[in-house]
């Protein structure tokens, strides 16, 4: 896994990947990664749910059992909730629950989840970069 600029991860045309970052520098490109992804989640099969940052709670059953959810907005300074519910996420992963996490922010938004030291794991995510 690594970083890609300006298109998905390889695998997204067969199935979504587990977690994956997006870095998006407006939003024009958020639109496209959201609406693509909703795209091939969708011809994959899985459900799709999406969530706002800013409207993300410290409250872990916002993350349903099954399915994708892409999380957008994430900005910076972050609210607390989203590190809890990105953590919440990847326990259901560990479980070997079929979700999926897609996160949509901005340059900081994405820099700061990296550096937050929960959430080590997001080093192995999938990462895409869309101007």
Not at 20 to 37: K, L, W
């Amino acid at each position: 896994m690594g970083t890609r600029t300006g298109l998905l991860p390889e695998g997204w045309a067969r199935a979504p990947s587990l977690l994956t970052i997006a870095t998006c520098t407006g939003p024009a490109a958020t639109r496209e990664v959201v609406e693509t992804a909703k795209r091939v989640v969708g011809e994959a099969g899985w459900p799709v749910y999406q969530l706002a940052a800013r409207e993300v709670t410290p409250d872990p059953s916002l993350l349903r059992p099954s399915g994708f959810l892409i999380l957008r907005d994430v900005r910076q300074p972050l609210g607390t909730a989203v590190p809890v519910l990105i953590g919440a996420h990847q326990l259901n992963i560990s479980r070997g629950l079929p979700v999926g996490l897609l996160i949509v922010g901005s340059p900081a938004g994405i820099k700061a989840l990296r550096r937050h030291p929960a959430l080590g794991f997001l080093s192995r995510a999938e990462w895409v970069v869309q101007n």
